[in-house]
């Protein structure tokens, strides 16, 4: 089938290489000339762990190919895809489609033949209705239809995401759209791959519910590790004890410095503004929201401690600024409120990220970047590690603490044995594991 892709972004780009591995002819579409233009010259925008190899064997395959101009691959498509960004709108947290429209207007005016327009964008209840009806306006003669299908996908594991997903969600309200984007997945079939098929508006509401639900799952585990520091509990014993019930499930219960990333943050929030606006306000997940925000502050009241209750003028080293490993993307990563509560507080800040400190210097002021996680320790007042990527979970203590001006180090991913890092002489904090564990 012929694909066109509008937004070549984490999803987009991932999207599309991956309808071009199971043999469809896909073009990926981005207004952004820059990056149309690396990937043009075989330059991947973004880190993804195996995008590089995929999308390189795609475009030798002749199946895979970028552009900025959206009439042309729009109109030789059969389906076409909305993967643009649908952030926080500014001011009052809806999710901002405006680049959602501006595309459907794009994709309106270069139809031809019947074709399918697929929202893969996360997008509010409602707004594939507004999609149609803009195309409807725009071009009354036109033959398509408007189909959901949210993406669940997460960056650092994407494309085992997309191409073994736990389900495959298309809200559609025809059959002809439902069966064309069915058959676009055709080949995940093989993996047995649930396919769900629903209305537009569950299929939308799905994938807020579900990113809601996972939010909450983490903030549970977060209040509980708090109730563990004051009670001397450990946090990871009682996430293993609840999370071997079947009914609850392991995944995600991860005590930490709370959730950030692309996702969650503005999905919570405009999951909780929809709700409000029709008057069903998801009370749980507006909790959820507030306590994940004073949380990345609390995290910084952390480390304060650690020094003793202050850090004016010390040098404290981060380790990790990406919301999680294996991304380089920074967008609402917990670092950024981190690092600035520290700064608020007189400290500086000096910090290594194994692949997210691009993206970091256009976000964060007045940060030190380092070029390893030694040098980073060089002489600090406390290490503090935030994003638990590999190359931070096997570091030698006593390099560190050489390293290191005063052994403190709070590790907010609870990587290393409290009891080996007070051995090598550390003065370490965690997140819900008693002191003297
Ligand atoms: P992104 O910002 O990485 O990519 C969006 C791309 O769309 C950008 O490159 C931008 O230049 C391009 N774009 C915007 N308007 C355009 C237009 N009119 N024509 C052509 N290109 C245009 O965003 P993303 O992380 O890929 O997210 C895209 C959507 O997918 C969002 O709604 C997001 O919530 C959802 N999503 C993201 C993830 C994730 O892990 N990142 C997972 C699931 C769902």
Redesign the pocket.
């Known amino acids: 089938m012929r694909v066109a892709m509008?937004?070549?972004?984490?999803?987009?780009l991932v999207s599309g290489a991956c309808f071009a591995d199971f043999g469809h002819e896909v073009v990926c579409?981005?207004?952004?000339a820059g990056?149309v233009a690396a990937l043009k010259a075989g330059r991947i925008p973004i880190f993804e762990p195996g995008l590089d190899d995929l999308v390189a064997t795609n475009v030798r395959a002749g199946r895979l190919s970028f552009t900025t101009e959206?009439a042309a691959a729009v109109h030789d498509a059969q389906a076409v895809f909305i993967?643009?960004?649908?952030p926080s709108r500014r001011g009052d947290g809806f999710a901002d489609l405006s680049?959602v429209y501006?595309?459907a207007r794009?994709i309106a005016a270069a139809i031809d033949g019947f074709t399918v327009v697929v929202t893969?964008?996360?997008?509010p209840v409602g707004t594939g209705d507004e999609v149609e009806r803009i195309i409807r306006e725009l071009r009354p003669d036109a033959e398509f239809s408007v189909v959901s299908n949210?993406?669940?996908?997460?960056?650092g594991a994407?494309i085992q995401d997309f191409k073994r997903p736990d389900r495959i969600v298309i809200g559609a309200n025809d059959e002809h759209g439902a069966r064309v984007v069915s058959d676009l997945y055709r080949p995940l079939y093989l993996n047995q791959a649930p396919i769900m098929v629903t209305g537009r508006r569950t299929a939308e509401l799905t994938k807020y519910a579900a990113n809601a639900f996972l939010a909450t799952k983490i903030t549970f585990i977060n209040e509980i590790a708090d109730l563990c520091e004051q009670v001397g509990a450990n946090v990871q014993e009682v996430a293993r004890g609840i999370g071997l019930d079947n009914r609850i499930g392991t995944k995600f219960l991860h005590a930490g410095p709370g959730y950030g990333g692309?996702?969650f943050p503005?999905?919570t929030l405009a999951l909780m503004k929809t709700a409000q606006d029709h008057g069903a306000p998801v009370r749980l997940v507006e909790t959820v929201v507030s306590v994940n925000d004073q949380r990345k502050r609390a995290m910084a009241r952390k480390v304060i401690a650690a020094c003793d209750g202050s850090v004016r003028g010390k040098l404290i080293a981060v380790l990790g600024l990406t919301f999680k490993p294996n991304t380089d993307?920074m967008r609402d990563a917990p670092s950024c409120a981190i690092i600035s509560a520290l700064q608020d507080a007189g400290a500086r800040i000096r910090a290594y990220d194994p692949e997210g400190m691009e993206q970091a210097r256009a976000v964060l002021t007045d940060v030190e970047y380092a070029t390893d996680a030694y040098s980073c320790a060089e002489g600090a007042d406390a290490l503090v590690l935030v994003t638990e990527w590999d190359a931070f979970r096997a570091l030698d203590p006593a390099r560190l603490r050489k390293a290191l001006a005063a052994p403190v180090l709070v590790d907010l991913r609870n990587v290393y044995v409290p009891e080996e890092m007070r051995r090598h002489g550390f003065h370490y904090t965690s997140v819900g594991r008693p002191q003297g564990a």
């Open positions: 509008v937004g070549s972004g984490y999803v987009g579409i981005d207004r952004d990056k959206l993967a643009v960004g649908t680049f501006a595309a794009e893969k964008s996360t997008v949210p993406e669940f996908l997460r960056e994407a692309s996702c503005k999905d993307d």
